[in-house]
């Protein structure tokens, strides 16, 4: 399935990421700038904030208590944020479109 990954300037990536990989990984696979996961996706860097198109967001599970306190404290949280190490990929998210922040210190 397809994830479009779209960083703060605009710029469009689309990356294939496997069923089963979260979407953090699929980023660093992809190298793509914007989400570093440092890490490694267990809750503990926030180095993995995006901002979930509108259309998507009802598409994923909930954040967790957990995730909700990580997002606390990324730069310019909004009500789209997420981890995206907590968003595991499915057949059913092909297509999803993520956005980047500006940073992630
Ligand atoms: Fe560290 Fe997601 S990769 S919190």
């Given amino acids: 399935p397809r994830v479009i990954y779209i960083d703060a300037q605009g710029g469009e990536f689309e990356a294939d990421v496997a069923v089963g990989q979260n979407l953090m990984e699929g980023a660093v696979d992809h190298m793509i700038d914007g989400i570093l996961g440092e890490c490694g996706g267990v809750m503990s860097c926030a ?59």
Avoid at 49 to 62: E, L, Q, R, T
Avoid at 82 to 96: A, F, K, V, W
Avoid at 97 to 103: A, E, F, I, Q, T
């Fill in 47 to 105: 180095t993995c904030h995006c901002y979930v198109d509108p259309a998507w967001v009802s598409k994923i599970p909930p954040a967790s208590e957990m995730e909700e306190d990580m997002l606390d404290m990324v730069i310019d949280p909004e009500s789209n944020s997420r981890l995206s190490c907590q968003i595991d990929m499915t057949e059913e998210l092909d297509g999803i479109v993520v956005r980047l922040p500006k940073s992630q210190f």
